[in-house]
């Protein structure tokens, strides 16, 4: 990976001070990359970049088409290049090689979608009621855009902003987690030869690596218009108080504690094989993981016996190993941090049906692995049960009637996602509409679509990613009313 991996006003760049970062592959804590580490000075100097490109107006002003054009080259460009930027992904990330194929497929549906949208995009006619008025909602792009992702999915999360960022006309500058900087390297490489192509002007896309200095510094800067930022909620709740001072437009994207409510009519060898890719997909490092598990209390006892039964045969390994069912954690710190909830939620009183160790395999014993865990006897008051663990850890509660299911499903700070399973329709459909979830899936978890919009309740953010109203976040809307036939109204004598 390039020692020079700042991209600023179109070119690539070491860090002004001279830092760097090693990156570790989760799977054997080998160095994977060393990649620039920016500061304060290198935000300000990409933020510039960003501002002057906008306020050129050169590319904001460029025909649609055109910029319709670069979501469509970089689109080709994941797809020509999937095999390398997958193996990337996997080192970067420790998931399986499979889940990193769908995530340069998902990535590349999302430019594309937005590609589509923008080219259709043209604003709207108000009908005022009166004659003699042509009145029109037109949607401009916000300005610079201060872009920060996580850890978990940087190569789709990146992407879930770039695409609706650029296809509105915005400029923006981006920053990736500290510990997964590489994909969005080579996706920049990749945009920036679009961009370049098109004939854009520089400084329209530019990209700073770093941890908390640099992305504090993105999101409090004064040139920022917009800051959209996904990971945790501390950390979510830090931008939103410093993009305060500027009164800048935020979107947040903080995680949840998802409910999967399973009832007694539920066909049970499909649920039972749903709660395990709920849960367990990605070493459950997934915001969206359904790591609630809440069961009818008719099926306790022969739904989790299965469930434990499959968990134990989970193949957990290197993600390049294509034997390997999940992959690792993101680092150690991240494992002992998981662990630490494990043995909390024993104390708790939560009875330990599997896992919750590390693999025996001599094979992994470098890698930042944990097996798949299953805690039974849980209830609403324990902390693993509040607190997202984004580890492979599931938790099992019991309920009696669907009120209950509803209650229990709400009784979280967060509101991003979850699921509810059974054959009566009737019955998906109340507890669908009482759920306080962004996203509720009806007998299945964790499908999303480009056109679909995601993002949650409470505590699990702000706004609103993917879909027309993924678009609606990187615009300004403009209301402009002409009078066709101007005359003086005499509204005051003299």
Known sequence: MRPDSLLIDGSWRTARAGGGREII?????????????????????????????????????????????????VAVALQANRDEISHLETRDTGKTLA?????????????????????????RVVDTGRAGVDSRIVYEPVGVCGL?????????????????????GNTLVAKPSELTPLT????????????????????????????GVVGAALAAHPD????????????????????????????????????????????????VDFALTAAFLHSGQVCSAGSRLILHRSLH???????????????????????????????????????????GALAQGAALRCGGVRPSDEQLQAGFFLRPTVLDDCHAG????????????????????????VELANDTPYGLAGAVWTTNEARAARVAGKLRLGTVWINDYHPYVPQAEWGGYKQSGTGRELGPSGLREYQETKHIWRTLDPKPQRWFSG
């Open 301 to 343: 006892e022969p739904f989790v016996a299965e469930l434990v039964r499959r968990a134990e045969l989970i193949r957990v390994g290197r993600g390049l190993d294509k034997e390997s069912e999940t992959g690792a954690l993101i680092s150690a710190a991240h494992r002992e941090k998981v662990e630490r909830y494990i043995a």
């Open 224 to 271: 920022v218009d917009l800051v959209s930022f996904t990971g945790g909620a501390a950390s979510g709740k830090s931008v939103m108080t410093a993009a305060a001072s500027t009164v800048k437009k935020v979107a947040l994207e903080l995680g949840g504690k998802n409910p999967n409510i399973v009832f007694e009519d539920a066909d049970f060898e499909t649920a």
């Open 148 to 168: 920060i992702t996580p850890w978990n999915y940087p190569l789709l999360q990146i992407s879930w902003k770039i695409a609706p960022a650029l296809a509105a």
């Open 99 to 123: 889940e990193s194929e769908y995530d340069v497929d998902d990535s590349t549906a999302v430019y594309r979608y937005y590609a589509a949208l923008a080219a259709q995009d043209a604003g």
């Open 382 to 405: 324990m902390t693993v049960v509040r607190e997202e663990v984004f580890g492979p850890v599931l938790t099992v509660e019991t309920f009696e009637t669907e009120d209950e299911a």
């Open 25 to 73: 592959d989760p799977c054997d804590a080998s160095v994977a990359a060393t990649v620039a580490e920016a500061d304060a000075g290198d935000v300000d100097a990409a933020v510039a970049a960003a501002k002057a490109a906008f306020r050129g107006g050169e590319w904001s002003g460029m025909p649609t088409a055109q910029r319709v054009a670069v979501l469509e080259a």
């Open 184 to 211: 969005t390297i080579r996706l920049f490489e990749l945009l920036e030869t679009a961009l370049r192509e098109a004939g854009a002007p520089s400084g329209v896309a530019n990209l700073v690596l770093g941890g």
